[in-house]
């Protein structure tokens, strides 16, 4: 994937989701959230959903989600930082 470390780690200390997904992909403003297409998986048509007011992302193609909260929330984050 063209998604690099440093893009989680990111996301854990900027403040807009948004800005950061934004870097790696490009988003088109539907309504209240952004689309773009994901970067987890190929795909042809956007089924990735950034949404600013709530800043989490998830992808309805792969089911790829990411949720500011979940850091606050257990466990998780330790899967983030183990190296593949
Ligand atoms: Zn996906």
Not at 73 to 77: A, H, L, Q
């Given at each position: 994937m063209s998604i690099p470390q440093t893009f989680i780690q990111e996301l854990l200390t900027r403040a807009d989701v948004v800005e950061i997904v934004g870097r790696y992909v490009q988003l088109k403003k539907g309504g209240a959230n952004f689309m773009g297409l994901c970067p987890f998986h190929g795909e042809k048509s956007p089924s990735f959903s950034v949404s600013p007011a709530k800043q989490f992302y998830h992808c309805f193609g792969c089911g790829k989600k990411w949720q500011r909260h979940q850091l606050f929330?257990?466990?998780?984050?330790h899967d983030i930082c183990r190296g593949g």
């Open positions: 929330d257990g466990p998780r984050g």
